[in-house]
């Protein structure tokens, strides 16, 4: 490479153009870009190319071009750079992206930000002997922050755990003291936020102690005359209250449907604070936080019974799950469905034989199978002449009736059939409790995944306000200041009106 292309290099680089930038590296180089450092003016240009490069993935952070970062950063080697991350702020560049996503009421911005920066060991530092001792304290006193991080991050270094803990809590601190967009709100709101908060178009609730929930189902099963293998009561309900005259003013009441058996089963590991996992503990049938008042309860390691909206359009892969048929099983009901659309007889014969013969016995036939199983059918029945010879709306009405036919096996179930399907499958030890929230989800988020994220989350509020007592007191006293003096600007308005 000459000096006038090592020049337009970093210009390029220094625009922001990665993708150009690399284009222009790799025709420089004759297609071979690990002979950039062999260059005969490489020294020359090697101090600037280094500063230019880690501008660039600064900028890129920052601007959340991620796919750009990671294009650049892998391709450092090839630029003869070792990279050291202490070349970047990343304390300062994770602390605006966290609170644009505060700002942007984003709860999970700050998870996929934690998740892409640990993927490339950015948050790694030289932590100084009492940091050291810190992030050891943590790890011996809070066992379930490692197991989280685990679960939500793959590996977890003392400096992941050291930013987690001390460092990103401070961004409420900052987020909070920007006196130029006005208080947002009284920092001690944030206390406990994570009780009633929404994320993905979830709305979480925390309901109560989960050994409230226990004893509640204990008493329920024990009373004379049940004898049945579900129960219904309502849990811990919430009274608001005026607050300057302490009337009572309204009463939530949610109703729940539980499955004692599967609950107290569980009961030990439900109650064991060691023991990762959330397990189902009901259905909420009234009363709940869902468009059609439903919900699903879980139990959490921290002792807590929490509630997650669900609707009828979240349970499609509860749907898909346990819709499922071995082959006479289905060809069955495929029959029977194709004889309600009164598909023709000759027609029904000839696909019922044909997918006896291709479909194995032992398979199990789902609704993922059903676009494969269209596709036999239709190349099936093109081997016949009268179908070759048939105009296109004859065979469209025909394949549309087949697909309904199909589709018709594997219809949607009622929200609450679908919850005591999964319950008497954990009654029947064919499904854990611990695993109803894997298989329940939203746009591709499960309820497991809103369930660990949310005990992520709780960790900012816990070591924010362990850590900056006396800044949150002078912040809460500037909030109450700004507040009164709201209100008597609003009184002045409406006197001078």
């Not at 979480?204 to 004898?227: A, P, T, Y």
């Not at 189902?280 to 019974?305: A, C, N, Q, R, W």
């Not at 499958?425 to 988020?445: F, H, M, Q, Y």
Request: overall charge neutral; aromatic content about 14%.
């Amino acid at each position: 490479m000459q000096a006038s292309q090592f020049e337009r290099l970093i210009s390029t680089l220094k625009s922001g153009n990665i993708s150009e930038f690399i284009t222009q590296a790799d025709n420089f180089t004759e297609k071979r870009p690990s002979y950039i450092p062999d260059s005969k003016d490489y020294d020359k240009f090697k101090d600037i190319l280094e500063r230019t490069y880690y501008d660039a993935l600064a900028k890129c952070l920052i601007s959340s071009r991620f796919h750009e970062f990671e294009q650049l950063f892998n391709y450092s080697d090839k630029l003869g750079i070792f990279i050291d991350i202490s070349n970047i702020n990343i304390a300062e560049i994770m602390t605006k992206l966290h609170i644009e996503g505060l700002n942007a009421g984003d709860r999970g911005r700050i998870i996929r930000l934690v998740r892409f920066f640990n993927k490339y060991s950015l948050f790694e530092r030289n932590l100084t002997t009492e940091q050291l001792k810190i992030v050891q304290e943590i790890k011996t006193n809070d066992k379930l922050l490692s197991i989280n991080l685990k679960d939500l991050f793959g590996s977890v270094s003392d400096s992941l755990i050291f930013y987690v803990c001390k460092m990103m809590p401070r961004d409420y601190l900052v987020w909070l003291s920007d006196l130029e967009r006005g208080f947002i709100m009284n920092p001690k709101a944030l206390e406990n936020w994570t009780d009633y908060f929404s994320i993905y178009g979830l709305i979480v609730r925390n309901l109560g102690r989960v050994e409230d929930f226990i004893k509640e189902v204990e008493s329920k099963q024990n009373s004379d005359g049940f004898n049945e293998n579900t129960l219904t009561f309502v849990f811990n309900p919430r009274y608001v209250y005026n607050l300057n005259d302490f009337r009572l003013i309204h009463v939530y009441r949610e109703e729940h449907l539980v499955y004692p058996e599967n609950v107290l089963k569980n009961k030990e590991k439900i109650l064991d604070k060691d023991n990762y996992n959330f397990y189902s503990l009901s259905m909420v049938i009234f009363g709940g936080l869902g468009p059609e008042g439903f919900g699903f309860t879980y139990s959490t390691p921290k002792g807590e019974v929490i509630e997650i909206c669900s609707d009828q359009r979240e349970t499609e892969a509860i749907i898909i799950q346990f819709k499922q048929y071995l082959k006479r099983k289905f060809l069955d009901k495929f029959k029977k469905e194709m004889d309600h659309l009164n598909i023709d007889t000759n027609i029904r014969k000839r696909i019922i034989n044909y997918l006896s013969k291709i479909l194995n016995p032992e398979d199990i036939i789902s609704y993922h199978d059903k676009d494969s199983i269209l596709r036999n059918i239709s190349n099936f029945l093109f081997q016949f002449n009268e179908f070759k010879s048939m105009n296109d709306i004859e065979l469209e009405g025909i394949f549309r009736d087949i697909s309904i036919a199909i589709s018709m096996i594997f219809k949607k179930i009622k929200l609450k059939d679908q919850f005591m399907t999964r319950m008497d499958l954990v009654a029947k030890g064919k499904l854990k409790s611990e695993d109803i929230a894997k298989l329940t989800s939203l746009r591709g988020k499960s309820h497991y995944d809103v369930l660990r994220e949310r005990i992520f989350l709780q960790n900012k509020p816990k070591w924010f306000f362990k850590d900056y007592p006396e800044e949150i007191e002078e912040l809460e006293k500037e909030f109450l200041k700004f507040v009164e003096r709201e209100q008597n600007y609003r009184v002045r308005i409406r006197r001078s009106d």
